[in-house]
C-alpha cells in the first residue's frame, strides 16, 4: 500500500501533471510560500514558481514513466530563468538526470547561474527531513467552535453542516475536520467533493496542510481517472460518482460548496449509496433556487456565520458600501401602489439601464481616493463584461484591465487572476466565475454593474473582497442596482449590522449608504408588507401602499 506522496509507483501513476502537483505539495512542506502552477503551453520552462526566505525559485518538472532525463531540460530553466528574471532554478524528476544533464547544470554554476537537480533519490531524501505537515495557524474561536462541533454531530450522527460566509474560513474548519478523521482512522479512505474542477484542484492545495505526509491525496475528474484511490481524493461530482458506483466506498464524505446537494443528481446518488460513511457539508450561502433543505442530507447547521455577524465580529474587512438606484423611474413608481406587479415586470419597469460610463465615472472618483486600489467589476453577461472592459481600459493605467468568464481556457484564467494578484492587472472583469472557491483578498473595490438578482450569487459576489488582508483597511462597494431584491437584500443587511434609523449607518467604519434617500424611505414603506423580499422569486405579486414624498 502507497506510504509516500512521493513514492515512485505512486508518482508513475499520478503522470506528468500529478507528479507536478505532488512537487507542489513537497515545497509547501519545505517551507515555500506562493506556490504556483503554471505547468502548461505557453509556460516558458517554468511549471511552478515559489518564494522562500523572499527569494523567488522556478522548478521545472520532468515525469518519466522510463528513463532519465538529459541536458535540454536544464537548458529549459535557464530559458525560464531569464524570461521571469528569477535567479534560482531546480529540475525534477521521478526518475534520474544523464551525465550530460548535470555537467550542463554545473557548467552554468560555475558562471554564476543557480540551477540544481532534483532526481527520485533527492526526492527521498527530502521527503524524510519535512515536517509531518505543514505547523498548524491558530483558529478563531468561532471556527474552533466549529471544529468541535463538526467533530461532535460526525461523531454522534454521522452528518454534520458547517455555513459560514465567505472570508470566514469554511475550507480551514473542513481541513481540520479532515485531519482529526484521518489521525483517528488510520488507513481510513476520504473523498471530497464539489461540483467544478477548478474547485476540487483548489481544495486540494489548501487541505494539504491538514494531511499528514505518509498519507497521499488524488485528484478524481474528467481526465484525472486513477486505478485506485488511497488516502483522501479530491473529485468533481459526476466521477466520483462513477468511482461510488463502481465500488468505491470511503468512510468520510466532504462536500464543499453544499448548496449544490439537491433531492435528486449526483450528490443524492453519491451520498444514498454510502449509507455508512460520515458526511460533512460546508457551505457559504445555503439557499439553493428549487427550495431544497440542504439540512435534510446534513442535519441542522453545527455554526452558522453570516455576512453581518461576521463584519459585528470583526473577522471581515470594514465595509463602505454605496447604493447607486438613481436608475428608478419614479414616474412608473407613482402609480405602482396602485396595481400588483410581479418582480419580474417591476425589474422590466422599476428601473433604467444604468450607462457603463457612470459606472465608470463612480469607479475613477473611489478608486482616486482609496490607497493601493483593486478593483472588480461584476457584470451580468460575457458580452457586457467585454464591452466594459473596453471603457475601462481607455483610462490611462487601467489599458491591462482584463475580463475573467467562463469561455476563458482554465490557463487563461489562472494567469488573469495571478496577474491581478501580483498588480500588474489592475481591475478584473467578471462575470459569475469569481463567485465559488476564488481567494483574491488584496480587492479593495468592488462594482455590481447591472448584475441580476441571486441572493447566493450577490453574497458569493461580495465576500470576494470582505476578506482580510495585512494593510488593507476597508472595502469599498459601489451597486448599480437592476433588482428589487438586491435592495431588499442590502436594506437587510443594513439592518443587521445596525439598529440606528439613519441615512447612513455606521458599525466601527462600516456603512451602507442610500446615496438617494427617497430609494431609502420606499424600501422602509415596501419592506413592512413584503417581508422577505430578498428570497423571493420572479414570479410573486407584490402589493405596496401608496408612496408618499416621489
Not at 108 to 127: A, P
Request: glycine share 8%.
Amino acid at each position: 500500500m502507497t506510504t509516500s506522496f512521493l513514492d515512485p509507483p505512486f508518482l508513475v501513476e499520478e503522470g506528468p501533471k500529478g507528479f507536478t502537483r505532488q512537487l507542489e505539495r513537497l515545497l509547501g512542506l519545505m517551507a515555500f510560500t506562493d506556490v504556483v502552477n503554471i505547468d502548461g503551453p505557453g509556460d516558458k520552462g517554468a511549471d511552478v514558481i515559489g518564494r522562500l526566505k523572499g527569494a523567488d525559485w522556478i522548478f521545472q518538472a520532468k515525469w518519466k514513466m522510463s528513463g532519465s532525463v538529459d541536458a535540454d531540460a536544464v537548458d529549459e530553466a535557464h530559458a525560464a530563468m531569464q524570461h521571469y528574471g528569477i535567479h534560482r532554478a531546480v529540475v525534477v524528476t521521478n526518475r534520474v538526470f544523464i551525465r550530460k544533464a548535470q555537467e550542463r547544470a554545473q557548467a552554468l554554476r560555475d558562471v554564476g547561474i543557480n540551477i540544481t537537480l532534483w532526481g527520485g533519490r533527492q526526492l527521498s531524501t527530502l521527503y524524510e527531513r519535512v515536517p509531518d505537515s505543514v505547523k498548524p495557524f491558530n483558529l478563531h474561536l468561532y471556527q474552533e467552535r466549529a471544529v468541535e462541533e463538526s467533530w461532535r454531530a460526525l461523531s454522534d450522527t454521522g452528518e454534520a453542516l458547517v455555513y459560514l460566509a465567505t472570508g470566514l474560513g469554511k475550507t480551514v474548519v473542513a481541513g481540520r475536520v479532515l485531519r482529526r478523521f484521518l489521525l483517528a482512522n488510520p488507513g481510513a479512505q476520504v473523498l471530497v467533493t464539489a461540483h467544478m474542477v477548478d474547485l476540487v484542484e483548489q481544495l486540494e492545495r489548501a487541505m494539504w496542510r491538514d494531511v499528514p505526509k505518509h498519507i497521499p491525496t488524488r485528484l478524481l475528474h474528467g481526465t484525472s481517472k486513477p486505478n485506485s484511490l488511497p488516502g483522501v481524493t479530491f473529485g468533481v461530482a459526476p466521477t466520483a460518482r462513477d468511482y461510488i458506483e463502481a465500488g468505491y466506498s470511503p468512510g468520510l464524505v466532504i462536500v464543499d460548496e453544499a448548496h449544490h446537494v439537491g433531492e435528486t443528481g449526483n450528490y443524492a446518488t453519491m451520498l444514498d449509496r454510502l449509507p455508512e460513511a460520515k458526511r460533512l457539508g460546508v457551505t457559504a450561502t445555503p439557499w439553493r433556487g428549487d427550495k431544497y433543505d440542504i439540512e435534510q442530507t446534513f442535519g441542522e447547521p453545527v455554526v452558522r456565520v453570516s455576512i453581518s455577524q461576521g463584519m459585528k465580529l470583526g473577522y471581515l474587512a470594514e465595509v463602505k458600501y454605496r447604493v447607486f438606484a438613481d436608475n428608478i423611474d419614479w414616474d412608473f413608481i407613482r402609480d405602482a401602489s396602485e396595481h400588483g406587479y410581479t418582480i419580474k415586470d417591476l425589474n422590466k419597469r422599476l428601473f433604467i439601464p444604468e450607462r457603463d460610463d457612470a459606472v465608470k465615472e463612480r469607479l475613477e472618483k473611489v478608486w482616486d481616493q482609496t490607497t493601493n486600489p483593486r478593483a472588480i467589476i461584476f457584470c451580468q453577461t460575457i458580452e457586457h463584461a467585454e464591452r466594459m472592459r473596453d471603457l475601462i481600459a481607455l483610462r490611462p493605467g487601467w489599458e491591462r484591465t482584463a475580463t475573467l468568464h467562463a469561455n476563458l481556457k482554465s490557463r487563461e484564467r489562472r494567469e488573469r487572476l495571478l496577474n491581478f494578484r501580483s498588480g500588474e492587472v489592475p481591475i478584473l472583469v467578471a462575470v459569475d466565475i469569481l463567485n465559488e472557491g476564488v481567494d483574491v483578498p488584496d480587492v479593495n473595490i468592488l462594482c455590481f454593474a447591472r448584475v441580476t438578482h441571486s441572493r447566493r450569487i450577490f453574497v458569493q459576489q461580495l465576500g470576494r473582497g470582505l476578506r482580510l488582508r495585512k494593510g488593507k483597511t476597508h472595502v469599498e462597494v459601489l451597486d448599480f442596482v437592476s433588482d428589487i431584491r438586491r435592495l431588499a437584500e442590502v436594506y437587510d443587511m443594513r439592518e443587521q449590522v445596525s439598529e440606528d434609523e439613519i441615512e447612513h449607518v455606521s458599525i466601527g467604519h462600516n456603512q451602507f449608504v442610500f446615496e438617494d434617500l427617497h430609494v431609502r424611505d420606499l424600501l422602509e414603506q415596501w419592506m413592512a408588507d413584503v417581508g422577505d423580499l430578498g428570497g423571493a422569486d420572479d414570479n410573486v405579486r407584490l402589493e405596496f401602499p401608496p408612496i408618499e414624498g416621489v
